[in-house]
């Protein structure tokens, strides 16, 4: 968590209770992905399809939405790391910021994940980062320090495969 606390991005938008300095758990992760960022966008936000790229993704299902596709004030319901999440966007800024809050019945935590969408002049640099609050990220956190890490790694490793096949 030290490492991704100092390669945190200071671009992105947090809301009262979920600084990184002060998370339970906090992950940082980003990758290049050589497609402009309306294709990564495209994606990012067609949740029910991640399960195809993102095993880490199970039973995306979206309550409030029957194009399938994340928006603004969107709810939906998944699992990941084997636990049930619900999950409410919070931000949605087209082709730029994702932001969802999410709880699970099986941990007691909140989540805030990130994503932050920056154009290159050959593509667009991604950055998702993520803080965990409450007791369940303690016992999370203590079972498998890099889980959190590692789920974004392969989240982003996803994406980009997708993305630039499709470019």
């Not at 049930?84 to 949605?92: K, L, W, Y």
């Not at 994503?115 to 950055?127: K, N």
């Not at 203590?142 to 890490?149: C, G, I, R, T």
Request: proline share 5%; hydrophobic share 40%; aromatic share 12%.
């Amino acid at each position: 968590m030290k490492d991704d606390l100092a390669k945190r991005t200071q671009d992105i938008h947090w809301p009262s209770g979920f600084s990184p300095s002060e998370a339970t758990l906090f992950a940082h992760n980003e990758v290049f992905i050589k497609a402009s960022c309306a294709t990564v966008w495209r994606h990012l936000i067609d949740a029910q399809n991640w399960p195809k790229w993102y095993p880490n993704a199970e039973d995306v299902k979206i309550a409030n939405n029957q194009s399938g596709a994340l928006q603004q004030d969107g709810i939906f319901e998944w699992s990941t790391f084997s636990l049930p999440i619900i999950s409410f966007v919070h931000e949605f800024v087209p082709n730029s910021r994702l932001a969802w809050f999410g709880k699970s019945k099986g941990l007691d935590a909140v989540f805030y994940h990130t994503w932050y969408l920056v154009p290159t002049s050959d593509g667009c640099q991604m950055i998702t980062e993520e803080v965990v609050q409450g007791p369940g990220a303690v016992t999370f956190r203590e079972k498998d320090p890099s889980a959190l890490h590692r789920g974004h790694e392969a989240w982003l490793k996803g994406l980009k495969q997708v993305s630039e096949n499709q470019s």
